[in-house]
């Protein structure tokens, strides 16, 4: 008895099966200016690696850190976060990077605060 093996689709001997394709990693997005459409302001968007530079270097560059929030000391590197004053806005449409749009607060305080202007 022989069985039929024309209704299946083998590959050829030799050949590699084909692979799926895989989806290139999404690039990080620089440090850039971006100039505003309404106001013609130029503002300052960070990367993700600028951020931690900029939080490493206000930790290393202070002796003492102060809330804005609560108005106490921040002595844990992990609990230390900067605020917008003026808030990032829906999708970051006014976000500004730029130190004389941040200030230093406890991670607890921000969440709290969450987009509210104090």
Not at 31 to 47: A, F, P
Request: with cysteine.
């Amino acid at each position: 008895m022989a069985i039929d093996y024309s209704g299946f689709a083998f590959p050829k001997p030799g050949s590699k099966p084909a692979e799926p394709k895989k989806r290139a990693a999404k690039k990080p997005k620089p440090t850039r200016e971006v100039r505003d459409k309404r106001t013609g302001e130029t503002r300052l968007v960070l990367s993700a690696a600028d951020w931690a530079d900029l939080r490493r270097k206000y930790w290393r560059d202070h002796q003492k850190i102060f809330c804005v929030g609560c108005g106490k000391e921040i002595k844990d590197w992990n609990d230390f976060t900067f605020d917008h004053k003026e808030p990032r806005g829906m999708g970051a449409a006014r976000r500004d990077d730029s130190m004389k749009n941040l200030r230093p607060m406890h991670s607890k305080c921000n969440t709290e605060k969450g987009s509210k202007r104090i």
